[in-house]
């Protein structure tokens, strides 16, 4: 059963086919299509990963291009890492999807909506089963242009046309990256097969420069995909895209690309000691600046939204620092959880009818299914046991400390971080009493919007007891090399100290009103404008980049004008000049000798007329004449 | 006296020069084709004497002779009904006034 594991794309790929085609006329039972081909891919996955547990795997390749000599193989891979995976994407994917007939109700491109949605998950769903470096890049392109699709799905609002826009070009910047490391790779090995790559690593026939140098490379893919410091300003902007978009790029497909990217080709990093420190200090870097910009966002799906980028940000921190397992279940959990939280924003939005957390308060009351879904998620994300999120960060924290001191200290601050802006949120939106109370229209969402927060709340409680320390099935199912896990107490109560401590702060701050907010922001005023206007990044690479581009173009266009034009101009004026002269000539002088030649002609034949007199014995005399000279001539000679 | 081959051909010039000098001199179209005729003839008595002094077993010089008066028949016909039709025209045969034919 194993070689028809390539169906799990192709099932959303005809559902997306169908609803491209005939998605008008299904409308309403548009989501029908989608629901049930995603549903298929996952129960196949689930199949497979089942398949997997059991102890079976394959990697299955079949010609696809030939190349004079070289034969392109395409295929797939379903291991331990790419079976997780599967299953993990095909379910989210499937709850969102079934979420989003409550949430898009009444959209005008209801079908196109479901479309794209189908279309997005077969890219990623390729993308796991993956074998080789063209299908990867295929795919991942993919899901750059489903994302840049969904993201401006509400394409009549300026913005979200501009945030699709902006997603796609800050991700094909590190995509670039990608195809140049992929390139590297080729001209280096031969191969773009990952498995004949790994052995060229793994026997040392690459030099450690230019291995170096492609990890690196690979990697600035993973950066604009998972949207990693400094290519991270897209992912807030992408809010504009419908929430289930946003819980659907967050947790399965667009930003995870990244990470399980870096995890497949993990054989590659490891090789080289300065991509790992790459991966590990940027994650490092991002995990803190997206973690303090959430702490004032006032738009409930930024502060979300940053947060996927911090939790990237531990993705990749602990993939760098050594810890291959837990980056890839904290991916795992994470992919759970963060679905979970955006549903759930998506929920309150979709009863409020705002994102802004200021005009919200006191929702427990009036949704008691999705703030408890909500807690659930929001205690998975700081990583309070026994949620899955504790379970995950702590293997990170513990992978980090073992490896360098300084990014574990950086980590645990972004730990006190995510517990801040996570309570925030929870107690502002759903536990404030007496401040602006939310108007009467709050109201609880419907059935087909709940039922998916349920069975995800469940999935983001208990799917991290999978890697309880000491009986740690995850990594037993999911390793690299032969590390063993080494559980650490004291890392595991200082991490968790941490996160009460966070949610302590934010009770003081935000729950019991202990301390004035105002006075906060005034006595931190810098630090507050810093973090209020995401570190001016946006503003940074306007200026640098597009300002400087910008000005280049109108000094380019300027030389274009004056002097480019004028050479132009200047040959054409020549030109004209010279076909002035030519055509002097032609009128005077070419035109001259025809004329003279007919002129010569008709003179001649004017004079020459007169022989024909029309007199019967002129041209008999002169016959018989001839005749008689022609005798004479020829007897005399 | 003995006839001899060149006692026809002195003949024949002589009847030849008199149809060329008609041809030329005469103003009368019906004139000139009279002269036409005699120079046909002359050449007839050329064949038949060149016939009966070189070839005498071969008779193709006489032969010849008899196509030359039955195409010469035919000629007088046409030039004659041309030279109707002229004169219908012009009512002049008169060949120095008939010149529509010049530059």
Not at chain 1, 217 to 235: E, T
Not at chain 2, 41 to 67: E, H, K, R
């Amino acid at each position: 059963m194993l070689n028809y594991a390539w169906l799990v794309p192709v099932f959303p790929l005809i559902g997306f086919i169908i609803l491209i085609f005939f998605g008008y006329r299904l409308k309403a039972k548009a989501p029908a299509v989608s629901i049930s081909m995603a549903a298929l891919s996952a129960l196949f996955s689930i199949f497979l990963l089942i398949k997997v547990i059991l102890g079976q795997t394959l990697e299955a390749n079949y010609p696809w291009i030939k190349v004079g000599e070289k034969i392109f193989n395409a295929g797939f891979v379903i291991d331990p890492l790419s079976a997780m995976m599967l299953a993990t994407v095909g379910i989210i994917a499937t709850l969102i999807q079934i979420y989003s007939i409550g949430y898009m109700h009444g959209d005008k491109r209801y079908s196109r909506f479901f479309a794209y949605m189908s279309l997005f998950l077969a890219a990623m769903l390729g993308l796991i089963i993956a074998n080789n470096f063209i299908q990867l890049y295929i795919c991942w392109e993919l899901v750059g242009l489903c994302s840049y699709l969904l993201i401006s799905f509400w394409f009549e609002k300026p913005s979200a046309a501009l945030a699709g826009k902006k997603a796609f070009i800050v991700t094909r910047i590190g995509d670039t990256g990608f195809f140049l490391g992929i390139l590297l790779l080729f001209a280096t090995t031969g191969y773009v097969g990952f498995t004949e790559i790994f052995n060229a690593v793994q026997s040392q026939t690459i030099s450690p420069v230019i291995l170096t140098i492609s990890a690196v490379l690979l990697f600035c893919g993973a950066i604009g995909k998972s949207a990693q410091f400094p290519l991270h300003v897209w992912l807030p902007d992408a809010m504009e895209g419908p929430t289930p978009v946003s819980a659907l790029i967050h947790a399965a497909t667009m930003v995870a690309a990244g990470v399980y990217m870096v995890a497949r080709l993990y054989t590659i990093f490891s090789a080289s000691t300065t991509a790992l420190a790459a991966v590990a200090w940027i994650g490092v870097i991002t995990l803190l600046l997206a973690g303090s910009i959430a702490l004032v966002m006032d738009d409930i799906k930024k502060v979300i939204a940053y947060s996927t980028i911090s939790q990237l940000g531990y993705m990749m921190m602990g993939l760098g620092v050594g810890g291959y397992t837990a980056g890839v279940f904290h991916l795992m959990t994470h992919a759970f959880f963060k679905a979970l939280l955006f549903l759930c924003a998506g929920s309150v939005i979709h009863g409020v009818h705002t994102q802004d957390i200021k005009k919200m308060g006191n929702l427990r009351a009036k949704m008691p299914v999705t703030f408890i879904a909500f807690l659930v998620g929001g205690l998975a994300l700081a990583g309070i046991p026994p949620f899955s999120g504790f379970f995950s960060k702590d293997e990170i924290l513990i992978a980090a400390f073992d490896s360098n001191k300084i990014i574990y200290g950086l980590a645990l601050l972004g730990v006190l971080f995510t517990a801040l802006y996570t309570f925030r949120l929870i107690f502002l939106v759903f536990l404030r009493r007496g401040w602006h109370e939310e108007g009467p229209d709050a109201h609880e969402s419907s059935l087909v919007m709940t039922v998916p927060l349920i069975i995800l709340s469940f999935f983001a409680a208990f799917i991290g007891l999978l890697g309880i320390p000491k009986f740690n099935l995850f990594h037993e199912f999911i390793h690299f090399g032969h590390e063993v896990p080494t559980p650490n107490y004291t890392v595991m109560f200082i991490g968790l100290g941490t996160a009460v401590i966070g949610i302590i702060i934010a009770w003081i701050i935000y729950g019991a009103r202990s301390l004035s907010l105002n006075r906060l922001k005034t006595t931190f005023a810098p630090v507050y404008n810093l973090l209020k206007n995401k570190y001016y990044f946006d503003e940074m690479y306007d200026y640098v980049f597009v300002k400087t581009t910008t000005m280049i173009s109108g000094i380019l266009a300027l030389f274009d004008k004056t002097v480019v034009d004028g050479v132009v101009n200047l040959a054409g004026y020549l030109i004209v000049v010279l076909s002035n002269i030519q055509k002097w000539i032609d009128v005077h002088i070419i035109d001259g000798m025809v004329n003279l030649s007919g002129w010569i002609t008709a003179a001649a034949g004017n004079k020459l007329k007169y022989i024909q007199t029309g007199f019967i014995q002129n041209y008999t005399f002169i016959i018989f004449a001839g005749i008689l000279i022609i005798i004479i001539i020829r007897t005399a000679f | 006296m003995i006839i001899m081959l060149s006692h026809y051909l002195v003949l024949a010039a002589i009847l030849f020069c008199v149809g060329l000098w008609g041809v030329l001199s005469r103003r009368n179209a019906v004139g000139i084709l009279m002269g036409v005729e005699l120079m046909l003839n002359a050449a007839n008595i050329n064949f038949v004497a060149f016939s009966n002094y070189i070839t005498p077993d071969v008779i193709s010089g006489q032969i010849f002779s008899i196509f030359v008066m039955a195409i010469a028949a035919a000629e007088a016909a046409v030039a004659l009904a041309i030279i109707l039709n002229i004169y219908r025209v012009y009512t002049d045969i008169d060949v120095t006034k008939i010149n529509m034919m010049k530059w």
